[in-house]
């Protein structure tokens, strides 16, 4: 049996004589973009191929088989649009990367800058807790992700990982006239002391969080989380309004607003935050190309590589 074509041009002049509210709309409106007899004739030549009456004529009312009709070919049509804009879009080139909202607002717009991405291509940014990157690597999400790693995370597990520089931790304070904490003795003292501060961090499953808590409680440091954060980035915010103090891995911070001192752990009580990226076994060209980048920003700008 031979296949009946479409007559793509009188459903689409179909579609518009619904959207207008009849023929004379549609032709008055210049929507149509035909005369009206050429219009009617098409109309007449499409019912003829569906074999139904699609709309009466005055007043404007569409048959059940034009309601029909109008609702499959509007999903049709939908979907032909969708399927252009992915043919249209397969041969641009896309850079997907999963970050910590701090890393995308701090660190990516350097890198994103000394990286001088083509014009045409797009970047798709993820904001991700440190735990969730790895996943969202090998699930085929994003390219690559950037942020903090656990310990075993360089052990040649998929997704790739590579270990782009070690961060110190530390405690952001509030400067108080009243209290002066130069060094971590002070500090210790205080947070073992009857009116230990509060303390401000992410969530306590949270790989920074873990890693500072887990290592004082080895030392024989109890330290409860007080305030929780959403971000690194809020943490000086609240300890700014004498919630406590802060863990943090930007000593900048205080070198920027007077109003912080910033007191870093020694490397044998807390050991540093190991930064880096995660990726598949074959990146795309940009991805490679943002990796290049980060290796080159990190070792220039950052910290020493591992």
């Not at 001088?116 to 969730?132: G, T, W």
């Amino acid at each position: 049996m031979e296949k009946e074509s479409v007559n793509w041009y009188a459903v689409e002049l179909f579609l518009t004589i619904c959207d207008a509210g009849g023929i004379t709309a549609a032709v008055k409106s210049g929507t149509a973009k035909i005369s009206q007899p050429a219009l009617s004739a098409q109309m007449l030549a499409l019912e003829e191929m569906v074999g139904q009456v699609l709309f009466e004529r005055k007043p404007f009312r569409l048959t059940q088989d034009g309601l029909l009709f109008r609702s499959e070919f509007e999903a049709i049509r939908h979907r032909m649009h969708e399927s252009l804009q992915k043919i249209k879009h397969q041969n641009q080139e896309v850079l997907r990367i999963a970050a910590s909202d701090l890393v995308i607002s701090k660190h990516l717009p350097q890198l994103i800058e000394h990286m001088k991405m083509p014009k045409n291509a797009r970047l798709l940014l993820k904001d991700a807790q440190s735990h969730q990157l790895p996943a969202l690597v090998s699930e085929g999400v994003v390219d690559l992700a950037i942020g903090v790693m656990p310990a075993h995370a360089d052990r040649g597990k998929s997704p790739l990982a590579e270990v782009l520089m070690q961060v110190p931790v530390g405690i952001l304070i509030k400067k108080q006239r009243s209290q002066k904490i130069s060094d971590w003795n002070n500090l210790k003292a205080l947070i073992l002391g009857k009116d230990a501060p509060s303390l401000i961090c992410l969530p306590k499953e949270n790989l920074i969080s873990d890693h500072v808590i887990s290592s004082l409680r080895k030392k024989s440091i109890p330290w409860p989380i007080t305030v929780e954060v959403s971000s690194l980035s809020h943490v000086a915010t609240y300890v700014s309004l004498g919630l406590g103090y802060g863990i943090s891995l930007d000593h900048a911070v205080a070198d920027r607003d007077k109003e912080f001192d910033w007191i870093p752990f020694p490397t044998n009580i807390v050991a540093p935050i190991k930064i880096g990226m995660w990726y598949g076994d074959h990146p795309p060209l940009l991805a490679k190309q943002f990796m290049q980048t980060a290796r080159y920003y990190t070792q220039k700008m950052v910290g020493k590589i591992k």
